[in-house]
């Protein structure tokens, strides 16, 4: 499962506190990306790793570990990227 994959990648390479991936490809059934085969969906991401960094570094630093997957298996992913002490939850 493409969840799986995102979270097993996103753990091993930024130590998240919290992580939460959300599947919203459902919602976007017959839409011009959902045809291509990826998905569309949004984390959220606290990480000490993000200490120090800009919001475009975050990003970065998500799109690095996941890698391959963004080419094929993600169509769209909305991140929440935030440091432990930006986190209010």
């Known amino acids: 499962m493409i969840t799986t994959e995102i979270k097993n990648l996103l753990t091993t390479e930024l ?3 919290k992580l939460e991936i959300i599947d919203n490809s459902a919602a976007h059934a017959g839409h011009r990306g ?4 990826g998905g569309h969906y949004f984390v959220t991401i606290v990480s ?6 800009s919001l ?5 630093m998500i799109y690095k570990a996941l890698g391959d997957m963004m080419k094929q ?3 769209a992913l909305g991140i929440n990227a935030l440091t432990p002490s930006e986190d209010n939850t």
């Open 56 to 60: 475009v570094q975050r990003h970065q």
């Open 73 to 75: 298996q993600i169509h």
């Open 15 to 17: 130590a998240p506190e």
């Open 48 to 53: 000490g790793a993000f200490e120090g960094k």
């Open 34 to 37: 959902a045809q291509s085969g």
